[in-house]
């Protein structure tokens, strides 16, 4: 997921779209077990989960930071700030997620970090629909 596909506004969307999708359905299935009491299970799918932002959702972040962000600095240097705001999103989801593996790995609570999901979801929603308009042209 690097390289010219993230140039794209088609092929970069979808790449939003795939993995948001995902974490979203993992999301609301977490949500359901731990209504029905099902704490071991919500544990282990919790590992999926944050497993999952991590491979695709901040390893994109960590690509786009490493190439694409570079490559719109410089071509256009215009959209500094522009880049620096969509930075602070990544760093938003790196903390959040951060603060609900400290939060698991204490055995915390479920609810918080229930809040803390969906929070995720909102920043990369709002994340990604930005980084379509401002950088890949979305109107
Ligand atoms: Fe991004
Ligand atoms: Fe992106």
């Not at 071991?40 to 497993?51: F, P």
């Not at 690509?63 to 522009?82: A, F, H, M, N, Q």
């Amino acid at each position: 997921m690097s390289g010219p596909a993230l140039r794209q506004l088609a092929a970069h969307r979808s790449i939003h779209e795939a993995a948001h999708g995902q974490v979203k359905d993992m999301t609301a299935s977490l949500r359901l077990l731990y209504e029905k009491g099902r704490e071991e299970e919500g544990r282990k799918a919790e590992k999926v989960i944050l497993e999952h932002w991590s491979d695709h959702i901040i390893a994109h972040a960590d690509s786009e930071e490493e190439g694409l962000y570079l490559d719109v600095r410089k071509e256009r240097p215009e959209l500094s700030d522009t880049i620096t705001q969509l930075k602070r999103d990544h760093d938003l989801l790196r903390k959040i997620a951060g603060a609900i593996e400290e939060n698991l790995e204490a055995d915390g609570s479920a609810d918080e970090r229930l809040v803390m999901y969906e929070s995720l979801l909102v920043v990369n929603w709002h994340h990604s629909r930005d980084e379509e308009k401002y950088l890949l042209g979305e109107s």
